[in-house]
């Protein structure tokens, strides 16, 4: 990790950043028009009861220049908990300084301290600098899954069918 880069779990005060970089990486992967979410929205989330989120903040030099946010979910398979790692992001002036493999280390870490079987994340099939980095640190690339998503309103209907 860059000698210079501190990480540390995000707080109320960190909302307003942490939601900046979400927007940083909604621009890089080409998707800013997706972000319909508020910063108010990821304070009551992470912060609210229950909260459903965790994140964890990478600074250099006082400045936020990356997250991970993650969240528990169950294998029934394996029958143990894990983490998925919803993003993992840093800004580009900062990459390759080893903070985005220290963010999901430390994701890792958490993984292995609460017992959880395993660690899932996605990525987008054209990004392939972080296809090669997730590779390089240990990932298996699972080409069989494809995501399901229901949103807005066919997740409406989906959910109101009584």
């Known amino acids: 990790m860059s000698k210079s880069a501190i990480l540390k779990p995000a707080t109320l005060e960190d909302i307003p950043v942490l939601f900046q970089l979400i927007q940083a990486l ?16 990821l304070k009551q989330h992470l912060f609210g009861n229950p909260s459903y989120i965790e994140a964890i903040l990478a600074e250099v030099e006082g400045k936020a220049v ?33 903070i985005g493999k220290a963010l999901i280390t430390h994701v890792a870490e958490l993984a292995v301290s609460r017992g ?22 240990g990932a298996k690339i699972l080409p069989d899954w494809r995501i399901c998503r229901v949103t807005e309103a066919s997740l409406a209907a989906l959910g109101n069918q009584k």
């Not at 909604?26 to 929205?41: D, F, I, R, T, W």
């Not at 099939?125 to 972080?130: L, V």
């Open 26 to 41: 909604a621009e890089y992967e080409k998707l800013s028009h997706e972000v319909s979410g508020s910063a108010e929205n």
């Open 116 to 137: 959880c079987g395993r660690l899932e994340w996605s990525v987008l099939d054209w990004n392939q600098p972080a296809i090669d980095f997730y590779e390089k640190i």
């Open 66 to 98: 990356g997250f991970a946010l993650f969240f528990h979910n169950y294998s029934t398979f394996l029958t143990q908990p894990g983490i998925y790692l919803e993003d993992l992001f840093v800004l580009p002036e900062y990459r390759r300084q080893g």
